[in-house]
């Protein structure tokens, strides 16, 4: 029996013409781009979790449970995340973007769009 596969894209067109779906997939949006700043900043700080783990005074179970992205840390912990890797947070409010304009924009590409 031959498989049949269907591409990504097409798979996404339909995913998001679900609204349970569209609002799922953004409501991850902050969460991955948090993880992503985390990891970025240590990897910029040529550091390993466990580096900034022993700057912190954190373990580096701690540090990739805040890089997974699975937790909202506080403004403090950002704080001392961004003092141990010799960055500095910055916090900013930007206009909301919905899903739709983001696919008519680019609409093979599913995934997401990272400032």
Do not use: N
Not at 52 to 62: I, L, N, R, S
Not at 79 to 93: C, E, H, M, V, Y
Not at 99 to 111: E, G, M, N, V
Request: hydrophobic residues 40%; charged residues 30%.
């Amino acid at each position: 029996m031959k498989r049949m596969y269907i591409p990504v894209e097409e798979a996404a067109k339909e995913w998001f013409k679900d609204p349970e779906f569209v609002a799922a997939y953004d409501a991850l949006e902050e969460e991955f781009a948090l993880a992503e700043a985390l990891i970025s900043a240590r990897a910029r700080a040529d550091m390993t979790q466990e580096d900034v783990a022993q700057k912190m005074g954190t373990t580096q179970a701690a540090i990739a449970r805040l890089e997974s992205g699975r937790s909202m840390p506080s403004t403090r912990t950002l704080t001392r995340f961004a003092d141990a890797t010799g960055t500095k947070l910055r916090i900013s409010f930007v206009k909301e973007k919905s899903s739709l304009a983001k696919r008519q924009s680019d609409p093979k590409t599913p995934s997401r769009t990272r400032a």
